[in-house]
């Protein structure tokens, strides 16, 4: 009963705000224009279609709003209007009780609030879609945050996952501009990325990871988490104070470099990205504050680790080398990138895609290289690649979207930030590390304890292996072999055992001198 009831809510919002049109009008077929056309009897819609679509998922509720903040990420598969109406969408919801907070951190911990904390705070902080954060006090003194899965969130997420499912199989069955959206694989990920926020203590890994990786830079600050007081429904973590980053005003009052801080975002971005391949993907400033601390006075504080992207040294390498590529106006180098990466069909002409890659970069080349949007270069890219059937990766779509908030962030804060001359350098030198003698030597260290192991037991592995085949097979050229790798192994370890014997004797007449000199004899 309450899959129905939910079923009939979306479908009259559907209906109240003209969704059924948006779906009909990517139909061609004829009895599906006509269907569209019979609908549309009797409504008017005053509002574009992307503010319709961006009030119903706030209509439908806190879910579909997170739906809608993934979908607008996925700016390579929306037309451009319906992708910012959606970046609009703001993830405020009213709090849950604070009696129900209470019940649900003392049944997490199995404690009465009174053992476990010197004060709590009942009124929440920051409330959100998926959990609320209230701040507390600690026995010992320490001020912490403490945040709260929102209740019965499990079963209204599956409910809404499973109508949407459905959903999405309707429109790839039926409209060709649907499977080109990939309702289904969109849905999917949709559903990774809710059950991954559902899990707090995933994202209290997430923070403990990132603040291991950002130890030393000196930029920036991530919450420890208090480990003993972790579970799924509930972390409790280092309270962070600090000036929300989107507070220019107070944070120029304070005596902060607002140009050192734009760079500084710039560099963290970078090294999360390309030295660690682990960056914070949720950069929007409610996440993001400034420490005004006299002993960490101007770092960034970092808050909520729910959306985490990662990076293969395939993914680093591949985004160097087209970010330094755009940067040379070296179209062809794009494509062929795009090519040898896998992404584009093998068949696909250099010449055509290295054309069309070219009418996206050069009107931005026209302007300073201050004025050049790396996220807006990205976007116009994947946008493109329609024409091609490139399938964008989830972890560089992500990246992008978080490119994005950096560059929105770096320039309110720095109008003349020049993004590129800021990345550029660090770009190029980790290039640099990535070939010749820096990196093998790099990869020499890192494989070194494999080596150690690995090298003495290389004779008897081949041995037992050659061995195992002759029996195997009856080979006599085999057997053979085997006896000649014998016969080595002989020869080896007497060469080994006769270089050892001469070194002793070396060692030992080189003794006897030396006691000579000294007058032992």
Known sequence: MRFVSRLLVILWTVWRFGLDDLALSGLRRRRFQLLRRLTRLGRRWQEPRGVRLRLALERLGPIFVKFGQVLSTRRDLLPNDVAVELARLQDRVPPFPAALSREMVERAFGQPLEELFASFDAEPVASASIAQVHFATLKDGREVAVKVLRPGMLDVIDDDLSLMRR?????????????????????????????????????????????RNMDGLDLVLVPEMHWDLCSSEVIVMERMKGVPISQRAMLEEAGIDIKKLARDGVTIFFTQVFRDGFFHADMHPGNIQVSLAPETFGRYVALDFGIIGTLTEVDKDYLAQNFIAFFQRDYKRVAELHIASGWVPPETRVDALESAVRAVCEPHFDRPLKDISLGQVLMRLFQTSRRFNVEIQPQLVLLQKTLLNVEGLGRQLDPELDLWATAKPFLERWMNEQVGWPALNKQLQKEAPRFAQLIPALPRLLHDALKHQAQRGGDAEMRALVRELRSTNRLLSGLLWGAAGFAIGIALAWLTVRFLDLGFY
């Open 167 to 211: 959903l999405a199989v309707w429109i790839e069955r039926f409209s060709a501009d649907g499977r080109r959206l990939k309702p289904r694989e969109v849905v999917a990920e949709f559903d990774m990325y809710l059950h991954d926020e559902l899990d707090l203590v995933r994202e209290a890994a997430n923070a403990a990871q990132l603040r």
